[in-house]
Nanobody, 129 residues
């Protein structure tokens, strides 16, 4: 499995940010894919995840309101948009994939980093004025 993130960089507070992740190298249809981020000195935290088998998506409570994620199953691509980035959003953003998972609907596991065994290299986002 290969996961390649893109779209990071330096952005100003209140600007726009849209990250992408392309997944490849797998053949199973049932998987869970998600966005995570890790700020300096902090643990990696889940932002959003999606189960292909159940069609269920989950947002972390801290991500509701400013973060919007979507997926294009045909292209094995997911996106993460951040409305009004803030300095606190500075982090390395990762996408991750787990599978095959079967039918899956478990928010806590979906947003837990240790559920995933495939990770991208990450894309750095720095929000500065």
């Amino acid at each position: 499995v290969q996961l390649v993130e893109s779209g990071g960089g330096v952005v100003q507070p209140g600007g726009s940010l849209r990250l992408s992740c392309v997944a490849s190298g797998f053949t199973f249809d049932d998987y869970v894919i998600g966005w995570f981020r890790q700020a300096p000195g902090k643990e990696r935290e889940g932002v959003w995840c999606f189960s292909s088998a159940s069609g269920t998506t989950y947002y972390a409570d801290s991500a509701k309101g400013r973060f919007t994620a979507d997926s294009d199953s045909a292209k094995n691509t997911i996106h993460l948009s951040v409305r009004g980035p803030e300095p606190e959003d500075t982090a390395v953003y990762y996408c991750a994939l787990a599978g095959p998972t079967g039918y899956f609907r478990a928010k806590e596991a979906c947003l837990a980093a240790d559920f995933y065994n495939n990770w991208g290299q990450g894309t750095q986002v720095t929000v500065v004025s």
